[in-house]
């Protein structure tokens, strides 16, 4: 996923406006709602499409495979291959 610092450059606000303004918008940390998003788009790709995990990854901001799996599990409570197994 994106860092804040990256996110803020590119719409051109200060790291910190880009944390209030995501706080109050999400109620959420910038960096932990760019990982959310990330993950649901993972989790998405994982369900819908026949991408391989480290296309998914690399398209979700992953920088890799095994960093995308650990995330993944930790938040989902499963692997991408037990997901797409249940559906």
Avoid at 6 to 33: N, P
Avoid at 36 to 48: F, G, K, Q, T, Y
Avoid at 56 to 63: E, K, V
């Amino acid at each position: 996923p994106r860092t804040v610092v990256a996110v803020a450059g590119a719409i051109v606000f200060s790291t910190l406006k880009l944390e209030l303004e995501c706080k109050a918008a999400t109620g959420r940390a910038a960096r932990r709602y760019f990982v959310e998003r990330c993950l649901s788009d993972a989790r998405l790709r994982a369900i819908d499409s026949a991408q391989s995990v480290q296309e998914s990854a690399l398209a979700c901001g992953f920088t890799s495979q095994a960093s995308l799996a650990r995330a993944f599990h930790h938040a989902f409570g499963q692997s991408i291959s037990a997901l797409r197994r249940h559906h």
